[in-house]
Structure formats: C-alpha cells, structure tokens
C-alpha cells in the first residue's frame, strides 16, 4: 500500500522534531566564522493554525523558528517547533503533556490544557478574538434580540467559532435551536449576501470580514472578547521563566526585531491579561 506523499512528509518533519528534543548527539566543532550553536536544555513548542489550509509542516517550522529563536534566548534553551496541523495530534500531546511550550488556536485547546493538564499561561496574542455578527445592510435590527426567530447561520457546528458565536446568542436570549450551520465562515457571509439568512457569526480574525461593506453587509454587534492564540507552558518551565518569556514577549511590539518577528507571524503583539479569561472560557461556552 502506498503512503500518501504529504502523510509521509508529515512523519519524518514530526520523527526530526522528535529525535532534536530527545537524541543529544555529540557535537561537532563549531567552524571559525560560523554562528555559535545553541546550548542548554531543548524545549518542544507545538504549534496550532487551526485549519491551516495547505501550510506544510515546513512552512510552519520556517514561519515560527524566529519566534522559538528568541524564547530559546529567555529560557537558555533551544525552543524547536513541533507543527501540530491536526487536532487530535495537539489534544493528545496536551494530555501526554508531551509539549513544554503550546500556541494554539481555537482558543479552547490551551484553555482545557490549563484546566485539566497542569499547563500554565504564558500570555495570548493580541488583538482578543470575538464573534462578529453581520446582518444585510437594509435590516432594521439594532440587537442580537431582534433576531429572535430568524435564520442564524454559524459556521461548522463542531467548530470552535460556533461555540463562541453560540454562548454569546444564548446570553442573549435566543433559542439555539433555530441556529443552521455551513462548512466555511466564507459560505455564511455568501449566504448573508444573497439573502438565504438574517444574521450571521464569523471570527474578528476571519478572512471573510474583509470587504463586507461591498457585499452589501453591515456589522451589527460583536461579543465578548475571549483570548486569542494563547501560550501555555508545561512544567518543565518555572515560573521564573515564564515571567521572564511574559515580560519577552509583550514588548516584542516596541522594539524593531520584535516587530520583524510579529510581522512574519501576521500578529500586532503579544498580551498578559487574558489568565483569568482563559479559565473561564470552558465553562462559558459550556454553559447550558
């Protein structure tokens, strides 16, 4: 039976990643001229996109190796990335807590690793993440409350941004039952567009807000903000070096290679204030 190539790209990026972290391998002579190689303990850092689309596991490795550079640094360590494109691949390494480091979205993963796990907040990316909800721009409505027994789109019903869009129409009052689903955030502003719904959720960070004042759509409230992308630690990190990697990490965004670095990674920055959040996102969105 063949392996398909992209599964077995997947393995020997995953097996390397592995083998850095726990082989140490005499090392060779550093040649004149050439960069020092980095000392100390090794660290693994999964990292999460979500549904990343077709970003291969060395394209994640390459886009976040300055981020791991510069936490290597804080914890006198080298931080290697470990690309963690499915979900199930980063639940079960939370729950082995197998990553000493984990940045993740959905939002919820890192929360329930916090919870159940024994991982630890770090700080989260910045700006938070919220539920936008677009209506055509003829409605009348001015609240979620109007909407009341209209057709709601979400997208996927498994999806972590359908349980946030959700929690926050339940604290408003409607019925979930009435709420529809479609496979991408794309399809609900499409459906928005052409009048097949009267309101509908996509995330603050969605490429489908781009240009809905074109698609003759309108914002008409966003919810609550949650945290978004956050950074956990395990406990091979002490919390000496995880004020340390805080303190790092949010003023990235006021000094030239913190900005180089947070371009590359498509963030404004980084914040410390999401903890408390954070713990109480899983009860919010379980809240019946």
Same mark, same amino acid.
């Given at each position: 039976?063949? %392996?398909?190539?992209?599964?077995?790209?997947?393995? #020997? #990026?995953?097996?390397?990643?592995?083998?850095?972290?726990?082989?140490?391998?005499?090392?060779?002579?550093?040649?004149?001229?050439?960069?020092?190689?980095?000392?100390?303990?090794?660290?693994?850092?999964?990292?999460?996109?979500?549904?990343?689309?077709?970003?291969?596991?060395?394209? %994640?490795?390459?886009?976040?190796?300055?981020?791991?550079?510069?936490?290597?640094?804080?914890?006198?360590?080298? #931080?290697?990335?470990?690309?963690?494109?499915?979900?199930?691949?980063?639940?079960?390494?939370? =729950?082995?807590?197998?990553?000493?480091?984990?940045?993740?979205?959905?939002?919820?993963?890192?929360?329930?690793?916090?919870?159940?796990?024994?991982?630890?907040?770090?700080?989260?990316?910045?700006?938070?993440? +919220?539920?936008?909800?677009?209506?055509?721009?003829?409605?009348?409505?001015?609240?979620?409350?109007?909407?009341?027994?209209?057709?709601?789109?979400?997208?996927?019903?498994?999806?972590?941004?359908?349980?946030?869009?959700?929690?926050?129409?339940?604290?408003?009052?409607?019925?979930?039952?009435?709420?529809?689903?479609?496979?991408?955030?794309?399809?609900?502003?499409? +459906?928005? +567009?052409?009048?097949?719904?009267?309101?509908?959720?996509?995330?603050?960070?969605?490429?489908?807000?781009?240009?809905?004042?074109?698609?003759?759509?309108?914002?008409?409230?966003?919810?609550?903000? +949650?945290?978004?992308?956050?950074? %956990?630690?395990?406990? =091979?990190?002490?919390?000496?070096?995880?004020?340390?990697?805080?303190?790092?990490?949010?003023?990235?965004?006021?000094?030239?290679?913190?900005?180089? %670095?947070?371009?590359?990674?498509?963030?404004?920055?980084?914040?410390?204030?999401?903890?408390?959040?954070?713990?109480?996102?899983?009860?919010?969105?379980?809240?019946?």
């Amino acid at each position: 039976m063949q %392996i398909p190539l992209a599964r077995l790209a997947l393995a #020997v #990026v995953l097996a390397s990643s592995f083998l850095q972290v726990h082989a140490q391998p005499a090392k060779a002579p550093t040649p004149p001229g050439a960069p020092a190689q980095p000392t100390g303990p090794r660290y693994l850092l999964a990292v999460s996109e979500g549904t990343s689309g077709g970003t291969s596991p060395q394209e %994640i490795i390459d886009k976040y190796k300055p981020l791991a550079d510069l936490m290597g640094k804080v914890l006198g360590g080298q #931080v290697l990335v470990d690309p963690s494109r499915s979900f199930q691949r980063l639940d079960e390494g939370l =729950r082995a807590k197998r990553f000493d480091l984990a940045m993740a979205r959905p939002s919820d993963y890192p929360a329930r690793a916090v919870r159940d796990n024994g991982y630890r907040y770090v700080a989260n990316a910045s700006p938070d993440g +919220q539920c936008v909800f677009l209506v055509p721009q003829k409605s009348a409505a001015k609240t979620l409350a109007d909407l009341k027994g209209k057709r709601i789109l979400l997208p996927e019903k498994i999806s972590y941004m359908a349980q946030f869009c959700s929690a926050e129409l339940r604290d408003a009052g409607l019925n979930l039952s009435q709420l529809e689903y479609v496979k991408e955030q794309e399809v609900v502003v499409y +459906q928005l +567009q052409n009048n097949r719904a009267d309101l509908g959720g996509v995330a603050s960070y969605s490429k489908a807000l781009k240009g809905i004042g074109d698609a003759g759509l309108r914002e008409l409230v966003r919810s609550r903000p +949650q945290p978004y992308f956050p950074l %956990i630690a395990g406990q =091979r990190i002490s919390p000496t070096q995880i004020a340390a990697l805080r303190k790092e990490l949010v003023k990235m965004k006021d000094t030239p290679a913190g900005k180089e %670095i947070l371009a590359k990674l498509g963030l404004a920055g980084f914040d410390d204030t999401g903890e408390k959040r954070l713990a109480e996102l899983l009860a919010w969105l379980e809240k019946t």
